[in-house]
């Protein structure tokens, strides 16, 4: 019998600069799903996460809690939970959590990314 669920819990968070960052779902982690990835990263009170571009992979994210700005190109846009985000292919962006609490967003990539791929271009 397959298995259609798991828990953030059953996934360990990987380290990337500015965040801990768990993919949950994708080609190489549980599904395994093809034409997306699904996780959750945390980016801790008070940090900054360096900026990057997808060059293929669309994004989109929710942040569930913490606020502070999503930089697009160098422009911030305040974000606080209930935002929803979407970066399209080639646009820089970052990430700067100016709350007291954890950043949390959910993010959906496609095509799929490997984790951490994008800051070491």
Known sequence: MNKYTI???????????GRAHKMIIGPANFGPAERM???V??????????????????EILYVLTGSGE???????????????VYVPPGVKHSINNTSDEVLK???????????????RK
């Open 105 to 119: 967003v959910v993010y959906i990539f496609s095509p799929p990314v490997m984790q951490g791929s994008y800051d």
């Open 37 to 39: 990835c699904f996780g």
């Open 70 to 84: 999503f930089y697009f190109d160098g422009v911030p846009e305040p974000v606080r939970p209930g935002t929803c």
């Open 7 to 17: 828990h953030e819990s059953e996934v360990e968070a990987v380290q990337l600069p």
């Open 41 to 58: 990263a945390d980016f801790p009170p008070q940090q900054h996460a360096p900026s990057h571009v997808h060059l293929e992979q669309e």
